[in-house]
């Protein structure tokens, strides 16, 4: 494919919104998966606080993410297709903060600007099915998969072991790849307009750039 042909991609009606979505955020997955805050914290480099922060931060973005997930099941029946019980991350964070914080981590959780923006942008703007689907592609679909690389290089590098990371564990696994093509075949099939698709790709491109902005926040806090 020439660079002017996937250019093209995220706007051909005739492709699978799921496809539409991977090669639409392609060079933005591969600008998140390269910022220095992650590539520090994989290869070793920081602190198991700096893993902690990292939790904190998703934290405060699920509880926005599965907040007005909520709200849209209460008044839109598509949205059931797609806001699943089995990807539901908040209560594992939270067995996780309360493993690495103890008991009063809510007072000492320390929620980032990039943070709050991105809670503050799920809450004013990602409350249409379109646009939710877009951010819930970026999250969800990416804990599937590079999610599963972060749990084994934190318990490599950090000493955790399974308490501590159990945001990484869907109820899928280990039937992971499956259950990611079972999603993105539930995303093909929401009866989308061609408008409402392509808001999907440029606000999932929206919500790449909120997480980039999180880690540099974490970057700031946890390296030079
Ligand atoms: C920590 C570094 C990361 C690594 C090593 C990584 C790795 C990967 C890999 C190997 C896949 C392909 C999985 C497959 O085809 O089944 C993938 C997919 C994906 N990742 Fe990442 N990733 C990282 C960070 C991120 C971040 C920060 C985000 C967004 C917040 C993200 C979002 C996604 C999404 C949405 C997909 C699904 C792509 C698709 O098939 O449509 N990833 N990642």
Redo the contacts with the bound molecule.
Sequence with gaps: MTVADAARVPCDPDLPL?VR??TG?RAD?EA??R?AF?EH??SGALTRDAYVDLAVQQHAVYTALEEVGDALLATTPDASAVVLEDLRRLPSIEDDLAFLLGADWPARARVLPATARYAAHLREHATTLPRWVAHA??????D????Q??HRMMQRHYGLGEQGLSFYRFAAAPRV?PF?DEY?DRLDALPLTEEQRREVVDE?RR??AL?RGV?ADLGAVHHP
């Design positions: 799921s979505l991977r955020t997955h998140a998966e910022s992650v914290l994989l592609y970026t999250r969800y679909l990416g599937l998969s590079g999610g690389v972060v790849t990611k993105r999932a919500a790449f997480n880690f």
